[in-house]
């Protein structure tokens, strides 16, 4: 009598869902569905509503849907840089990756259409934008830095579609745009080894890590000053001030660190130390918008 056959192992779909979640980034979708709320204030809406709810959910599905589509893009490299991804990783395949995007930018739009047509419009333009970025910018010197900080930025000016637009948008929206712009070349420093392998030039690559950890510094301190703005030109109070020092002592603290020069696992602590600095950033704006 033959033994039995083996039994076969079902997928493990619980880890496939896990991987698709990961690959979106959810958190980096929270912050641009905190950021549309946080615009929706600067504009003068009321932020508990159905509108500014579809607009922010628009803006966090679409934000993952580049995401996805990064991820896509980029498994050459992030074999080196972050191998533990789901792509890199193969806990995910390149086919699903690109349907999940598919399906995220599609609900993204649906979101941001049952917000308005303005949000429609204004949505598709950054998906527009996002696709750009991970097929073409993201490779080149500084227009990927800069792509991503045009696209960071635009999140306010999204949530503060209505009749007061753009209200006070502008303020978060040029904070956030220097801060991704500066955040992004401290990334480039760490993903120097993939980029170089897979012949991107981007600005480490192309000018040097020194020329580029100062340029990000600059950037830094650039924004530490520009920060105090809202408060001379009395558009908020002291509120905001106090709430702001905790951002600009982070922002100090990373430009004394790229002057000194970061290796690429540097380079990585700092940019993960950073991003708590845009929630930090959103609440600086929300107590200077109260204190009003």
Same mark, same amino acid.
């Given at each position: 009598?033959?033994?039995?056959?083996?039994?076969?192992?079902?997928?493990?779909?619980?880890?496939?869902?896990?991987?698709?979640?990961?690959?979106?980034?959810?958190?980096?979708?929270?912050?641009?569905?905190?950021?549309?709320?946080?615009?929706?204030?600067?504009?003068?809406?009321?932020?508990?509503?159905?509108?500014?709810?579809?607009?922010?959910?628009?803006?966090?599905?679409?934000?993952?849907?580049?995401?996805?589509?990064?991820?896509?893009?980029?498994?050459?490299?992030?074999?080196?840089?972050?191998?533990?991804?789901?792509?890199?990783?193969?806990?995910?395949?390149?086919?699903?990756?690109?349907?999940?995007?598919?399906?995220?930018?599609?609900?993204? %739009? !649906? =979101?941001?259409?049952?917000?308005?047509?303005?949000? @429609?419009?204004?949505? /598709? $333009?950054? &998906?527009? #934008? +996002?696709?750009?970025?991970?097929?073409?910018?993201?490779?080149?010197?500084?227009?990927?830095?800069?792509?991503?900080?045009?696209?960071?930025?635009?999140?306010?000016?999204?949530?503060?579609?209505?009749?007061?637009?753009?209200?006070?948008?502008?303020?978060?929206?040029?904070?956030?745009?220097?801060?991704?712009?500066?955040?992004?070349?401290?990334?480039?420093?760490?993903?120097?080894?993939?980029?170089?392998?897979?012949?991107?030039?981007?600005?480490?690559?192309?000018?040097?890590?020194?020329?580029?950890?100062?340029?990000?510094?600059?950037?830094?301190?650039?924004?530490?000053?520009?920060?105090?703005?809202?408060?001379?030109?009395?558009?908020?109070?002291?509120?905001? %001030? !106090? =709430?702001?020092?905790?951002?600009?002592?982070?922002? @100090?603290?990373?430009? /004394? $660190?790229? &002057?000194? #020069? +970061?290796?690429?696992?540097?380079?990585?602590?700092?940019?993960?130390?950073?991003?708590?600095?845009?929630?930090?950033?959103?609440?600086?704006?929300?107590?200077?918008?109260?204190?009003?």
């Amino acid at each position: 009598m033959g033994r039995p056959a083996a039994a076969v192992d079902p997928p493990d779909r619980s880890a496939a869902v896990v991987a698709l979640w990961v690959l979106a980034r959810p958190w980096n979708a929270l912050i641009t569905a905190l950021s549309v709320a946080v615009g929706a204030l600067t504009g003068g809406l009321p932020i508990v509503s159905a509108r500014v709810a579809l607009a922010a959910l628009g803006a966090a599905l679409i934000a993952g849907a580049g995401n996805a589509l990064n991820d896509w893009v980029d498994v050459a490299t992030d074999r080196v840089n972050r191998p533990e991804r789901p792509l890199p990783a193969g806990r995910l395949s390149r086919r699903a990756a690109l349907v999940e995007a598919a399906l995220l930018a599609g609900g993204g %739009l !649906a =979101a941001a259409a049952a917000a308005s047509g303005w949000h @429609l419009l204004v949505g /598709a $333009a950054v &998906l527009a #934008g +996002l696709i750009a970025y991970d097929l073409r910018l993201k490779a080149t010197v500084l227009w990927g830095n800069l792509a991503v900080a045009a696209l960071a930025a635009a999140a306010f000016p999204y949530g503060a579609l209505g009749p007061h637009w753009p209200g006070r948008s502008w303020a978060p929206a040029v904070f956030a745009g220097v801060f991704h712009f500066g955040r992004e070349i401290v990334k480039d420093l760490e993903d120097t080894a993939g980029d170089q392998a897979c012949g991107l030039r981007t600005l480490p690559l192309a000018h040097g890590r020194r020329a580029a950890a100062r340029l990000a510094a600059v950037t830094f301190l650039c924004l530490a000053a520009a920060t105090w703005y809202p408060w001379l030109s009395h558009t908020y109070g002291r509120a905001y %001030l !106090a =709430a702001v020092f905790p951002v600009d002592a982070l922002l @100090l603290v990373a430009a /004394a $660190a790229l &002057l000194r #020069g +970061l290796t690429p696992a540097g380079s990585g602590l700092l940019a993960r130390c950073l991003k708590p600095g845009m929630l930090l950033g959103l609440l600086a704006i929300v107590i200077g918008e109260l204190g009003r």
